[in-house]
């Protein structure tokens, strides 16, 4: 373990955790301090950054990290949050140095958010940019989503809603600690909930209630866990040994390999949620970002090689 990335646990362990011990959800309070605390890092250079910016006619909004060069490799980023907060802004973080190693232009997603937009408004949102994408004539097989934590989730539940309508799945995903069980029974929510320097395990369950609304929690679309994993592409999984999140990784893992499913799950020890995200401060997220990269390029090259 770094001292980067020891320190980035003690700052968490003082000023996210205790945030996460206070009954009930202020949602406005939550947007405030991650909007006021995001870093915005610099475009890297020889590429470009375009906002897009929804409308009646076109409700999908977020943001195109481009090269300069054309790539042959798309990556459609879903960012965490809770479903409740953060936005494509406060995860350039992450986005921003996985486009650049990967070599990948990537459409960071502004999916709307709860409670104002409930599920299943993010993953018709998902759903939506991705088959935006196909239209546009990008192929599937050059395609990898990608999310963490909620965008982790919500990029899994994405592809079982497109496996199961039928739609051309991309080449893989790329799940950074994903939250796949918002019914919040795992162990680790327990077993891990005093070494975790970020979240208490009890603060799960009531942010799945405000996502799901109405929605059963243990949906498969809302909580993919929860759904049949045959048929999907090949899966990318990091997390950290320490989250109350350990087992929404390794379940999710079990279950896909018993369907058959391609899945590389690497366990970092003493690695906070999403930790990646501290790119480039900490040695272990540029070396996580660098083998996600790896993967990307991987399971793209290969559909291409198949296609041909």
Known sequence: MSWQSALACWVLRRRM?????KPGIDVE??????????????????????????????????????????????VLYLHGGGYYFCSPATHRGLVFPLARRSGA????????????????????????????????????????????SAGGGLALATLLALRDAGDSLPAGAVLFAPWTDLAATGASMTTNDGLDPMFYGRAFAPAGKLYSGDADVRNPYVSPLYGRFDGLPPLFIQVGDTEVLLDDSTRVAQKARAA???????IWPKMPHVFQIFAPFVPEANRALEQAAGFVRRVTAAQAVETS
């Open 105 to 148: 232009r990537t459409f960071s997603l502004d999916y709307r958010l709860a409670p104002e937009h409930p599920f299943p408004a993010a993953l018709d949102d998902a759903l939506a940019a991705y088959r935006k994408l196909l239209a546009d004539g990008v192929p599937p097989g050059s395609i990898v989503i990608a999310g963490d």
């Open 17 to 21: 955790r205790p945030e996460t011990a």
């Open 260 to 266: 058959g499913v391609s899945v590389e799950l690497q």
């Open 29 to 74: 309070r939550a947007r405030r301090l991650t909007s006021k605390r995001a870093w915005l890092p610099k475009v890297p250079s020889g590429w470009r950054l375009e906002e897009r910016y929804g409308h009646d006619a076109a409700p999908l909004r977020g943001e195109w990290l481009l090269h300069g060069q054309p790539s042959h490799i798309t």
